[in-house]
């Protein structure tokens, strides 16, 4: 069948099977290659996207429920301070997780209060080199720019 | 009207619905999946389906043969939807707790109370007899 599915602002129009999932719409027939793809079941977070501003598993969306609406990818993602706190604060090692992790909380970000917000935001988002300490590091620095990371020693 | 289990957790009136969908999944797939939907898959371990029994919730199902509102929920004709959840007011005492190895994976055991109504989930506590040892250590 025929979409249309906006992505970081322009418009992508692809004939798709109905089964084609989002994740894959948005890297084959788009060639949109910062979204990464993990596990394909939903546990991993790497294919995290925004649908309609809310974060979401690209791997459990087909890509037909997402014509008409709206997706951000990493590419999509303005540099800003999020990024800049994970350069500083070296929250990656291969990279891998990391579009999906951005994308899962950058929405989130004016509401994470405390290290346990953070990490709840991530449980949905596995990175396999971290560790997450730096990330949680990272995130708290984003989310509290104004002298908040020196208070608790981040 | 709430679709999403992700909606729940924004929830004052309903603290428990809000505890227990805070338990479900993950933030980027609690966006997607729905209340009637964790309801109808019928795990044994969910956490909703166990919150909205202990509330007393009823169950509007639907079928091309008409409509029928349910106060339990068994599994459900083949062809037949459950399209509405009504959750009376919240007593209030509630308590909520789950043991999972990791936070958004399912839980080992847990438990639901609302009032004087408890539900146990999970696959350790099953038992008839573990329940009657849960009620008794929880009265």
């Known amino acids: 069948m ?3 599915v906006e992505i970081n602002g322009a418009a992508y129009e692809r004939e798709v099977e109905p089964r084609t999932l989002l994740s894959d719409f948005i890297r084959h027939d788009c060639g949109l290659t910062g979204t990464h793809v993990g596990c394909e079941q939903g ?14 598993k690209s791997c459990l969306v087909l890509a037909v429920q997402a014509a008409g609406r709206r997706v951000r990818t990493v590419e999509g993602l303005e540099l800003g301070p999020l990024q800049r706190a994970f350069n500083e604060h070296h929250a990656l090692q291969c990279g891998f997780c990391t579009p999906g992790i951005l994308m899962a ?21 596995l990175c396999r080199c971290t560790g997450y300490e730096a990330i949680v590091a990272a995130i ?11 208070l608790m020693g981040a | 009207m709430l679709a999403r289990q992700g909606e729940l957790t924004g929830l004052d009136r309903w603290p428990l619905l809000r505890e227990a969908a805070l338990h479900v999944g993950h933030p980027a797939t609690r966006t997607r999946g729905t209340v009637c939907g964790s309801v109808a898959a019928g795990s044994p371990r969910a956490e909703l389906p166990a919150a909205l029994r202990v509330l007393g ?18 599994p459900l004709e083949p062809d037949e939807l459950l399209v509405e959840i009504e959750v009376p007011p919240h007593p209030e005492r509630w308590r909520f707790f789950e043991y999972a190895p990791t936070l958004g994976d399912w839980p080992h055991v847990g438990v639901a109370v609302a009032g004087d109504r408890i539900e146990e989930f999970g696959v350790a506590l099953g038992e008839p007899w573990q329940r009657a040892m849960i009620e008794a250590a929880l009265a």
């Open chain 1, 105 to 125: 909380v950058e929405p989130l970000l004016d509401r994470l209060r405390d290290e346990d917000e953070i990490r709840r935001a991530l449980v949905g988002n």
């Open chain 1, 43 to 56: 546990s991993c977070g790497a294919c995290t996207v925004q649908l309609d501003g809310a974060p979401v």
């Open chain 1, 140 to 150: 708290r620095a984003a989310a509290q720019p104004s002298g908040w990371s020196e």
């Open chain 2, 57 to 74: 919730a009823s169950y509007r199902v639907r079928s091309p043969r008409g409509e029928r509102v349910l106060d339990a929920f068994p």
């Open chain 1, 2 to 4: 025929k979409i249309s």
